[in-house]
């Protein structure tokens, strides 16, 4: 997890170096955040498909997951545009162009992201379904045992990307509202905002250990 920049925000607001590399540290974190979600998700879904491990999948989603973000967040170095966004420091929205950078560095990853979930989730669900229906009706007991693990292990684990999916919607809600008209923010919007970034990582941590014996329970598979 990486720390807000919200609860920084009073002892570097005075300091703009200081305030960039929040933003810049922020905007990685974030990223990597969401690219974690994404990488879940993916595992599930091959894991759901193939009932292995997808351990050859590993090192490129380190790859992903760590360097795409980083280069991501490099691009609004040049310039200055890290800086102080109301009560934290990330990219400064000042401009049309630095909203454009607020999109690109972002927004566009998370959404992105968020299509992509959906999508895996729709073909996890439906091979979950299908799986039901091949299982209902047989003394098996290896078929059996496999359809415990399934509602036991798989089910729980679309919880992580579903909380993220609902997290994400008030939070850019409010940034497409100050990109349409920057003059006037919406209190609600900006209040819900501020709630939700600095306890994200909270909801990230309690899925994770809520799920943690159901991803062991997987990884040994």
Known sequence: MVVSGTSLY???SNSTVSCEVVGFFLNWGVLCQRFII??????????????????????????????VSFVVSLVPIPGHHYGSAGVWCWIKGTTDY??????????L??????????????????????????????DNPEVIEQKIK??????PLLLYPLVNFVLVIPVTANRIQNIIDRKNP?????????????IWGFFNALMYFLNKRNSSSIASS
């Open 150 to 155: 399934f509602k036991k292990y798989i089910y």
């Open 109 to 138: 990853w998370a959404w992105c992201c968020i299509i992509v979930e959906l999508v895996c989730f729709a073909l996890v669900l439906l091979k979950l379904r299908h799986q039901m229906a091949v299982y209902r009706n047989t």
């Open 186 to 198: 919406i209190f609600g919007l900006f209040l819900v905002h501020s709630i939700i970034y600095p």
């Open 38 to 67: 994404l990488c879940i998700v993916i595992h599930l879904l091959v894991f759901t498909m193939n009932y292995s491990r997808p351990k050859h999948l590993e090192l490129i989603f380190h790859i992903f997951i760590w360097g």
């Open 10 to 12: 009073p002892y570097i």
């Open 98 to 107: 630095e909203d454009d950078l607020r999109i690109a560095c972002f927004y």
